[in-house]
């Protein structure tokens, strides 16, 4: 099962909810799969890794729409 998720809980603003959620809508993913990506990237740079690896996640993300 190392292909499970964690759940978290997130309080944000109704203001920043909807930003994000307008952001997501515009790259065709899910407000959920929109923050993983965003969270993804942020540590990606965090660490120096190169900036167009491949990305394995959003072709198999359940929660992609479209």
């Known amino acids: 099962m190392a292909d ?5 809980l997130l309080r944000i603003s109704p203001e920043l909810w909807e930003s994000l959620n307008r952001w997501a809508r515009d790259e065709l993913r899910s407000l959920n799969g929109q923050m993983e990506f965003i969270l993804r990237e942020a540590v990606r740079k965090r660490a120096g890794r190169p900036e ?3 990305d394995t996640h ?9």
Do not use: L
């Not at 499970?4 to 978290?8: D, G, L, Y």
């Open 4 to 8: 499970r998720k964690k759940a978290v």
């Open 52 to 54: 167009n690896p491949p």
């Open 58 to 66: 959003t072709s198999t993300d359940p929660d992609r729409e479209g």
